[in-house]
């Protein structure tokens, strides 16, 4: 069974790491009804709030720093041989799905449609992505903070 979670308004920033690392995982600011909300959809409410700490399904997180919330995350839930880069959206979450780049002519700039041959696409928001000159530095910015090794 997959671990899902939903980070609460004081964790924005991890939450874009996890989905970056591939884990499903939801955002809200909305205070206790993200906490309801977790709890409804069945995933690990990730918090610093700590009136909510030792409350069933919270997960508190005791620093502020992003690069030891996501190693505390990843370490915490075993979730190291789960990881799979940038195969969700990072606006939306939901799983991103191959297209041609022929469903996207005209779509994204033409430098990018004559330099690239992958492109995935966010069935939810329409989103494209691609590997640019990014995705190397974003890869090697999370191994380094996962602290993983080629």
């Not at 399904?57 to 919330?69: H, I, N, P």
């Not at 505390?72 to 940038?86: A, E, Q, Y």
């Amino acid at each position: 069974m997959a671990i899902k979670f939903l980070c609460n308004g004081m964790l924005g920033k991890l939450c874009k790491y996890l989905r970056m690392c591939g884990i499903d995982t939801a955002y809200s600011n909305e205070g206790v009804k993200a906490y309801l909300e977790a709890r409804r959809e069945g995933r690990i409410f990730l918090t610093r709030n700590s009136k909510l700490e030792g409350k069933e399904g919270v997960f508190f997180l005791q620093t502020e720093e992003t690069s030891l919330q996501i190693k505390t995350v990843i370490r915490h839930f075993s979730l190291k041989d789960r990881l799979n880069f940038f195969s969700r959206c990072l606006r939306c979450n939901e799983p991103l799905e191959a297209i041609t780049k022929e469903e996207i002519k005209g779509i994204i700039p033409y430098y990018t449609y004559q330099n690239f041959a992958e492109f995935v696409r966010c069935p939810r928001c329409q989103r494209i992505y691609w590997r640019g000159s990014h995705y190397e530095k974003m890869l090697q910015e999370l191994k380094g903070l996962l602290e993983l090794n080629d």
